[in-house]
DNA sequence: AGTGTAGTACGACAACCATCGAACATGTTG
DNA sequence: CAACATGTTCGATGGTTGTCGTACTACACT
């Protein structure tokens, strides 16, 4: 668990305190790359319902702060799905000014998995 | 958690001792109905490696017995996982002599989670 | 009847997990 | 700076899970 990202703020440190964000960080945040993504891991992350809402939230309207799916959980567990999420590969998620955008990591998915999220999604709604 | 798999035994009693099985009862292993299957209960029973095996090892050649895998795990550990798919949905059990055919629920479940089985089959071949 | 084979049932245990509350970090804004 | 908003970290807690071993059931075969 470590490789990778590890670019990206020498480039932009060019244009900072001139612009809000747009491009902005995802320090500290870890991410798997596309190819340590497993699927032990993805149907896991998947197979909680309250992540599942998550995610089908995530794939109606892409870019969304955790705060706005007001799941029935108190902020510490939120946070908790959300790391779940992100560590096995399903989601990235950016720091943006006193918040956190979240996005599924479709094209991700759909390489390493074909099919998989398209179809859990499509069950999903039922 | 009931309804349903009651009959079979009490038609099937007259022509008992002059055949062997065949068609044999599956009596008390309850598997849920197909529109009973959750989604969540689906993700989480693929979500084992030990299971995947099997699930795996199912696609490639259905209706084998619980032996005939041999995982690197006790019986009372194979029965646990078999147990977890079929309750799960995923897998249907049949006694059968001494044995346990175990069978994929290919159908059902692509009738009721169209595309799933089938993505999640192939990711599992990495 | 006796031995063997295939699997289940039950109890135990350690690891994991979803949840919470309280305290903290950080960025925004009056 | 002070107040606020959005999340994170940490410890605790109760429930679930994967694993095992031992004991048990059920069928088959000699």
Redesign the interface.
């Known amino acids: 668990m470590d490789t990778h990202v590890t670019q990206g703020q020498a480039s932009a440190a060019t244009a900072r305190l001139v612009e809000p964000p747009t491009v902005l960080d995802e320090g500290k945040l870890c991410h798997p790359a596309r190819e340590e993504i497993e ?3 993805v ?2 992350a ?4 309250m992540r ?1 809402r998550i995610v089908a939230g995530l794939a109606v309207e892409d870019k969304r702060t955790c705060g706005s799916f007001d799941l029935p959980v108190t902020k510490s567990t939120c946070t908790h799905h959300f790391r779940v999420l992100r560590e096995a590969g399903v989601i990235r998620q950016r720091h943006e000014g006193t918040t956190r955008l979240n996005s599924l990591r479709r094209e991700d998915l759909d390489k ?5 999220l ?3 999604l ?3 709604e ?1």
Chains 1, 2 share one sequence.
């Open positions: 699927l032990a891991a149907l896991h998947l197979s909680d319902p599942l390493r998995f074909p099919g998989l398209d179809s859990v499509t069950a999903a039922a």
